[in-house]
């Protein structure tokens, strides 16, 4: 079977991505692992798809390894959710994209533990053994209003865009989910301008963003 060797390899260790700072550069075998797909609708629906189908065809990959007790749960957990999370501040998340990424989460969590579907364990009885809980919406959401808060603040040009209107009609039926609709509940405001009130007050900002994820 031939290796599989993403990324570059430095004294015989493969690494997949380079820290800089508080950046970090991703290593990937193709364009597409390390793209956002943008539909003509707008819609999140097709890129997490997507990206689901990536992850997963990284963890078959990499199955011998990511279901190794010996590695440590933390380092499994990064390698696929480098590639599942990639651009995630980006996207619209309504019911049905909620219910894929936590299908997915836990498919992960059972492929690393080696848990069979005959064995008929509950999703808590898997993540009680490995002391873990389902976290996946609260790295979305924490990812996403940290980079609106940093853009409120600093990017005059996003801020246009996010500010902005297009010419045309809403479409019939009900109302499709705003982007901004989950980050004025968790951080406990009613409109875009006091969000972006918020924003320009970085003290009270993080005092908010810890708030909204206190357990």
């Known amino acids: 079977m031939k290796e599989h060797t993403t ?3 430095i004294n015989g260790k493969q690494f997949h991505s380079i820290r800089f700072a508080d950046d ?3 290593l990937a075998d193709s364009e597409e692992e390390m793209s ?3 539909t003509d609708d707008n819609k999140s629906t ?5 990206r689901i189908t990536l992850a997963k065809h990284a963890f ?9 007790k010996h590695l440590s749960i933390r380092s499994r957990k990064k ?4 590639i599942l999370l990639y651009c995630c501040e980006s996207w619209t998340i309504g019911k049905y994209e909620k219910d894929r990424l936590e299908a997915i989460e836990m498919w992960m969590w059972r492929k690393m533990t080696r848990t069979s579907w005959i064995e008929h364990k509950t999703n808590e009885e898997v993540l009680n053994e490995i002391n873990e809980e389902r976290t996946i ?6 990812r996403t209003i940290k980079l609106i808060g940093h853009l409120l603040r600093n990017n005059e040009f996003i801020t246009i865009i996010m500010e902005g209107k297009i010419e045309g009609k809403r479409s019939r039926g ?3 989910k705003s982007f901004f609709e989950e980050i004025f509940r968790r951080m406990g405001v009613t409109s875009y301008q006091n969000l972006k009130r918020t924003a320009f007050d970085r003290h009270v900002w993080l005092q908010q963003q810890g708030l909204a994820f206190r357990s």
Do not use: C, D, Q, Y
Not at 46 to 50: A, P, Q, S, V
Not at 60 to 68: D, I
Not at 79 to 82: E, L
Not at 137 to 142: H, P, R, V
């Open 7 to 9: 990324g570059i390899s």
């Open 24 to 26: 970090i550069a991703l």
């Open 36 to 38: 956002n797909l943008i």
């Open 46 to 50: 097709k890129e997490i798809r997507r």
């Open 60 to 68: 078959e990959k990499k199955r011998t390894l990511l279901t190794n």
């Open 79 to 82: 390698f696929v959710w480098s």
């Open 137 to 142: 919406m609260n790295t979305i959401m924490k």
């Open 174 to 176: 009900r109302p499709r």
